[in-house]
C-alpha cells in the first residue's frame, strides 16, 4: 500500500511489533484476514473502524488474550507462542488499557498499581509505591492513592488504570477504545493523558474513534473493516485523502459529515 | 400428655453436669471450627482444579460433589469410621468426625464459591492476564476475594448447618455435646431438661457463629463497590 511506504522510518532496526500474516478464527467465522503490521519502536498508531471489523481482536493478539490461528506475532523482536513462559513475558513488556477500566474492586489505588510488579516482576514493596507515586503523580491522581475504585469517577479510573499499566514499564501500550464507556465530560481528561504519554514517546497502538486524537497523536491511522486492514496512512493524508470507499463512509459517519 | 403426667422438670441434673455440658460445647466448637477450615482448603482447591484444563481433575471434582452432596452425612462418616480400617485406614473419633464433616462442608462449599468465582466479570481476569500474573496468582490475588465477598452470605449459613451436623458425629461417639449430653441423659432419664438445654446451647453457637462471621465480613470484605 501506498500509504504505508509513507510512514516514518523505524527509529530502530527492530519493530517494536510485527505482526506477519495473522489470522484469527472463532469456529468457523474468520475474525481476521491476513494481517501484516509493523509498529517500530516509539510509534504510535490510532485503529479505527466498524464495530466486528476485529480491531480490538487485533491488538488482543498482540498479549495473546486472543491466541492467534495462523501467522506470526513478534514484540520487540520474541516470537509470541503458545508456551506460558512466552506469554507472560511478552504481557509484562506490554501494557493494556480497556474500555471498561478493569481496575480490581477489593484493592486500593495504590494496591491496583503495585500488585504485578510485585507479583510479576518482583519489585520489593517499597519500590513497587515508589514506581507507583511517581505514575500516579504523572497522572494526576496522587491525591486519590489510598482510595478504592468504586470511590472514582469514570475518567479517574481510567487515569489508574493507565497508570497500573506504565508500572509494569512497558515497552508497548494498547488501548481498547478507552472512552468510549466514559462520560462525555470525562473524555478529555483521558485523551490528555494519552496525549502526554505520546508525547514522552511510548509505543502506542489506540483503538478508538476519537478522531481529534488521531489526528494530533497518531503516526499513522489504520481502518479496518471485515477483519482486514483496508487502509492506512499518515492522518493529513488519511483524513484529507481517504482512499477507499468504506473508508469514506465510515469517516463520513463518525465525522458528520 | 397422659403419659407424662407427673413428670416433675428437675434441672438439678444439669445444673451438676453443667461443667461437662460446657466442655462439651468446645469440643462441638473445635469440631466445627476444623471442619471449616478443612472446608474451605476442599472448597477453594476444588474450585481450581474444577475450572483447570486438566480435564480428569475436572471430572474427579465433579464426581466428588455428586457423591457427597447426594448420600447422607451419617453414611459418609460412618464409611470413614467403620469401613476404612479395614483397608488400613483406622481414625478416631474426633479425627474422623472432622475428616467427615470437612469433606461434606468442603463439596457444597465447591458448589457455593465456584458461583462466586463465576460472577467475577471476564474483564477482571483479563487485566490480571494482561498484566503479566498467572492464572493461578489471578484466581489468588484478583478472582478470590471479591468472589468470597459475593457469596459469603451463602457460605455463612452452610457453615452454620455445618456446626449443628457435628451432632451427628455422637453416633461415632466423638468428643462433643450431643454424645455427651447423651451419657448424662441415660444416666438420669432427665430426657426433657438434658436435651432442652442443649438445644439453647446450640441454639447460641450458632448466633455466635454468625456474629464471628459478620465481624469477618465487615473486617475483609468491607471495600465499596458501587
Known amino acids: 500500500m501506498a500509504a504505508a511506504n509513507a510512514s516514518p522510518a523505524p527509529a530502530s532496526a527492530q519493530p517494536m511489533i510485527a505482526m506477519r500474516g495473522v489470522e484469527k478464527w472463532y469456529g468457523d467465522y474468520k475474525a481476521l484476514t491476513d494481517i501484516n503490521l509493523t509498529v517500530a519502536s516509539g510509534e504510535k498508531i490510532v485503529l479505527c473502524g466498524p464495530s466486528g471489523s476485529g480491531k480490538s481482536t487485533l491488538i488482543r493478539c498482540i498479549n495473546h488474550l486472543e491466541p492467534y490461528s495462523a501467522g506470526e506475532i513478534r514484540v520487540d523482536g520474541t516470537l509470541l507462542g503458545d508456551d506460558r513462559k512466552t506469554i507472560d513475558a511478552v504481557r ?88 468510549s464507556a466514559l462520560d462525555p465530560e470525562m473524555v478529555k481528561e483521558v485523551l490528555d493523558t494519552m496525549i502526554s504519554l505520546a508525547e514522552d514517546g511510548m509505543t502506542m497502538i489506540c483503538v478508538t474513534h476519537e478522531m481529534g486524537f488521531a489526528r494530533q497523536v497518531a503516526d499513522r491511522v489504520i481502518f479496518m473493516a471485515g477483519g482486514a486492514i483496508v487502509e492506512e496512512g499518515h492522518p493529513a493524508e488519511f483524513f484529507k485523502a481517504p482512499k477507499h470507499e468504506r473508508t469514506r463512509k465510515f469517516l463520513g459517519e463518525i465525522l458528520g459529515h | 400428655m397422659g403419659g407424662n403426667v407427673g413428670y416433675q422438670l428437675d434441672f438439678s441434673v444439669v445444673w451438676d453436669a453443667l461443667p461437662s455440658l460446657l466442655w462439651a460445647c468446645l469440643g462441638t466448637i473445635g469440631l466445627a471450627v476444623s471442619g471449616m477450615l478443612l472446608a474451605i482448603v476442599i472448597g477453594v482447591g476444588g474450585v481450581m482444579l474444577r475450572d483447570s484444563r486438566f480435564k480428569p481433575a475436572r471430572w474427579a471434582v465433579m464426581a466428588f460433589v455428586e457423591l457427597i452432596r447426594n448420600t447422607p452425612f451419617l453414611v459418609q462418616i460412618f464409611f470413614i469410621f467403620f469401613a476404612l480400617p479395614l483397608i488400613g485406614l483406622r481414625l478416631d473419633p474426633t479425627p474422623t ?65 455445618l456446626t449443628l451436623t457435628t451432632s451427628v458425629a455422637s453416633a461415632i461417639s466423638a468428643y462433643e455435646l450431643t454424645s455427651v449430653a447423651q451419657q448424662i441423659e441415660s444416666n438420669t432419664f ?30 475483609y470484605f468491607s471495600y465499596p463497590v458501587k
Open chain 1, 92 to 179: 509484562r513488556e506490554v501494557g493494556m488499557v480497556f474500555q471498561q477500566f478493569n481496575l480490581f474492586p477489593h484493592l486500593t489505588v495504590m494496591q491496583n498499581c503495585t500488585l504485578a510488579p510485585m507479583r510479576s516482576r518482583g519489585l520489593g514493596k517499597a519500590q513497587a509505591e515508589a514506581v507507583a507515586r511517581r505514575l500516579l503523580d504523572r497522572v494526576k491522581i496522587l491525591d486519590q492513592a489510598d482510595k478504592f475504585p468504586a470511590q472514582l469517577s469514570g475518567g479517574q479510573q481510567q487515569r489508574v488504570a493507565i497508570a497500573r499499566a506504565l508500572c509494569m514499564k512497558p515497552k508497548v501500550m494498547l488501548f481498547d477504545e478507552p472512552t
Open chain 2, 97 to 161: 468426625a472432622i475428616l467427615a464433616l470437612g469433606i461434606n462442608g468442603g463439596a457444597y462449599a465447591i458448589e457455593i464459591i465456584r458461583g462466586g468465582v463465576q460472577s467475577i466479570g471476564k474483564g477482571q481476569i483479563e487485566a490480571g492476564l494482561a498484566l503479566g500474573l498467572h492464572k493461578a496468582q489471578v484466581f489468588r490475588l484478583i478472582v478470590l476475594k471479591p468472589a468470597l465477598r459475593a457469596i459469603f452470605p451463602s457460605l455463612t449459613s452452610q457453615f452454620v448447618l
Open chain 2, 190 to 219: 432427665r430426657s426433657f431438661e438434658v436435651y432442652g438445654t442443649i438445644t439453647v446451647f446450640y441454639l447460641v453457637m450458632s448466633w455466635l457463629l454468625m456474629r464471628v462471621f459478620d465481624q469477618i465480613s465487615r473486617r
